[in-house]
């Protein structure tokens, strides 16, 4: 039967990718139908409780400032804030939260049910609808066809999902859920490259079987930190501590009595795993020399007894599991609610994609998240919100839109995966970006804000505070920049006693704020300093962008001798074989990845500064 509805933008699946591509779709004012397995796991986190950390709190901050859901949706469920590399400087500083699970469930549904333009309905997805290379719809398992000019494919690790725990293996997409079997099935019909990849997380713990005297306790910063720019630390539930503990001598020993019972090293498991989330028994056999790693005991949530214990990610068979619980200090009488398992999955190859996140074979047809090899919910959030804000302007009839590497670590992300691929779960680091000094987290709404205005993503009300925000910035930025400090002057008198070196001559303030030894606040603190209090955030900016003032020039001067000619078009029907001087193994990888820019060409691997110039010849040449 053919639903009498039809939709603009149908998204499927109510995960982590979802749920923003299903919202930056309908705040773009199109027609959009959310279809997921069930309603009840609309935001469901499937492994860890905690959002952002290293890397992947700057992704959160991006997917805010362009108006998306997963910040406010923390904000609301955080249950332990931190900044993390807090001491450090601002482009590597980060938020995390510990979440509370049903609160963050809740915190998505709740948006998502209010969100205007958007339907949602439950049920699986098992067929596309495609014509002439083109999508038209989808089909579901209860022979409901639903049509739409643009589709959004977010089915994370349900693909022919392979749940192990020890020899076991069973069907199932994460425990609990079924599978996508007859969509992995077609999928793999389509021109598209696929492959194996797996993942893991460790056995769940009753809080009442623990004992918690004998672990270091862990509380969360004070005073608690936000997620959202919109967001205000009162939006927070109660917060409460984490616990940390350690595995030992004996634990270790457990673990590799049962390796010949494990799936990973039996050979059981095909696909690879996400190299900086390793399972406990990975990384025993890793870091052999090792005989001790660190266990995060974190609540599950508020009003659960559960407890996720990071750092002991496991498919070992279930009586192994048991033992190597506890042998470890505070679980030896540790009751398991859930076994750890492993779980393999299939996902495309992300270089089969546009930046737009669009499939280079199927028109209108777009990927997100774990499917195109990424780990994490971050990751796939800002996926989401690209591919379904690009789905949107594709039937608006607009040009697409991907942020550069220089505008976030969106931009990062998308052009690691779409030029690079990935041979394991890719996740986000600082280490990743080469302009770290400009994408910090910080700064995201400056970056990225005005961006999702034009494209219709950001409400009036992040508008306006936003814009309020951003002139506050340069009218304080401005004072400061004319502020004059006299050495015997009041202020300067002050400042003097404080200082190594007294100032020997006037100085104006950002000549001041630059120096290591002054600060925006003791700066304000001295006498006659202070017109009008101006908001801690407005004040943060004014600091970093004056005190870094020297390195981002630099890093802006960098960005702008790269760009030259980063967005040069290269033809879709570009022959690479007949560029003169190209190499061999050059031409086979361009025409494998048949990058849409000169800037994407040069950060194919392989591909060298020599080989660029002879393209760029070679296009003038066809001009
Ligand atoms: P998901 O969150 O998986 O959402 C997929 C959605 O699609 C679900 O709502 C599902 O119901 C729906 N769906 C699936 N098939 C269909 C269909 N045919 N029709 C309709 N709806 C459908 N990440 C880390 O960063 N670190 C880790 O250590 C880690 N460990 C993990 C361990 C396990 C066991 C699992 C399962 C995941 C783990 N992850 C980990 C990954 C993290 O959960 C994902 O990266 C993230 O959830 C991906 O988001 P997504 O939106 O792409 O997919």
């Not at 923390?74 to 995390?96: H, M, Y």
């Not at 959202?228 to 503990?245: E, L």
């Not at 980063?566 to 074989?577: A, G, H, I, Q």
Request: with cysteine; hydrophobic share 35%.
């Amino acid at each position: 039967m053919r639903y009498p509805e039809k939709y603009s933008v149908i998204v499927i699946g109510g995960g982590h990718a979802g749920t923003e591509a299903a919202l930056a779709s309908a705040r773009m004012g199109v027609k959009t139908l959310l279809l997921t397995h069930n309603i009840e796991t609309l935001g469901q986190m499937s492994c860890n409780p905690a959002i952002g950390g290293i890397g992947k709190g700057h992704l959160v901050k991006e997917i805010d400032a362009l108006g998306g859901a997963m910040a406010q949706a923390i904000d609301r469920a955080g249950i332990q804030f931190r900044t993390l590399n807090a001491s450090k400087g601002p482009a590597v500083r980060a938020t995390r939260a510990q979440a509370d699970r049903g609160l963050y469930r809740s915190a998505i549904r709740e948006i998502l049910e209010n969100q205007p333009n958007l339907t949602i309905f439950q049920n699986a997805v098992v067929d596309l609808i495609v014509e002439q290379d083109k999508v038209q719809g989808v089909k579901t398992q209860m022979g409901l066809d639903f049509y739409a000019p643009s589709v959004v494919l977010t089915v994370g690790t349900f693909l022919g999902g392979l749940i192990h725990i020890g020899m076991q293996n069973h069907s199932g997409g994460r425990a609990g859920d079924p599978p996508s079997i007859a969509l992995a099935d077609r999928l793999r019909e389509l021109p598209f490259r696929v492959d194996r990849l797996k993942t893991g997380t460790p056995p769940r713990i009753d809080a009442k079987s623990v004992d918690f005297s004998v672990m270091e306790e862990q509380a969360g910063d004070n005073p608690v930190p936000t997620f959202s720019f919109m967001g205000t630390a009162d939006q927070h539930p109660r917060q409460i501590s984490c616990w940390i503990t350690h595995t030992n001598d004996a634990t270790h020993d457990i673990i590799r009595s049962g390796l010949d019972r494990s799936p990973m090293y039996s050979g059981v498991i095909e696909g690879v795993g996400p190299r900086y989330c390793p399972s406990i028994e990975d990384k025993i056999m890793r870091f052999s020399d090792k005989n001790s790693h660190q266990i995060f005991v974190e609540p599950e949530g508020l009003n659960s007894n559960e407890l996720y214990p990071n750092g002991i990610s496991t498919s070992l068979p279930f009586d192994v599991q048991m033992d190597l619980v506890r042998s470890i200090k505070g679980f030896e009488n540790a009751h398991i609610t859930r076994p750890g398992y492993a779980i393999e999955y299939d996902y495309f190859d992300p270089r089969d994609l546009k930046a737009s996140l669009e499939t280079k074979f199927i028109d209108g047809l777009f990927f997100a998240g774990q499917i195109n090899g990424t780990t994490g919910y971050e990751e796939a959030g800002a996926q989401g919100l690209i591919a379904g804000m690009n789905a949107a302007l594709q039937v608006q009839d607009k040009e697409a839109w991907s942020p550069r590497r220089d505008q976030a670590y969106i931009g990062v992300l998308i052009d690691d995966l779409i030029t690079r691929g990935t041979q394991e779960p890719y996740r986000m680091f600082t280490s990743r970006a080469e302009y770290r000094l400009i994408l910090r987290e910080d700064n995201a709404d400056l970056r990225l804000t005005e961006k999702g205005r034009e494209l219709g993503m950001v409400s009036d009300d992040r508008w306006s505070a936003f814009s309020d925000k951003k002139e506050a910035i340069e009218r304080e930025t401005a004072r400061i920049k004319n502020l004059v400090v006299q050495p015997d002057s009041p202020a300067g008198q002050q400042l003097n006693q404080q200082l190594e070196k007294p100032l020997s001559r006037a100085y104006k303030g950002e000549e001041l704020l630059r120096r290591p030894d002054v600060t925006y606040a003791g700066l304000m603190a001295l006498p006659g300093m202070i017109e009008q209090p101006v908001p801690a955030k407005v004040a943060e900016q004014v600091e970093i962008q004056i005190k870094y003032s020297g390195y981002i020039d630099r890093q802006k001067d960098e960005i702008e001798r790269s760009l030259r000619n980063e967005n040069t078009v290269l033809p879709k029907d570009l022959d690479y074989s007949q560029v003169k001087g190209l190499s061999n193994e050059v031409v086979q990888k361009l025409m494998n990845i048949k990058p849409e820019t000169i800037g994407q060409a040069g950060r194919v691997s392989g591909v060298t500064p020599a080989a660029i110039s002879l393209l760029l010849v070679h296009l003038k040449k066809r001009q």
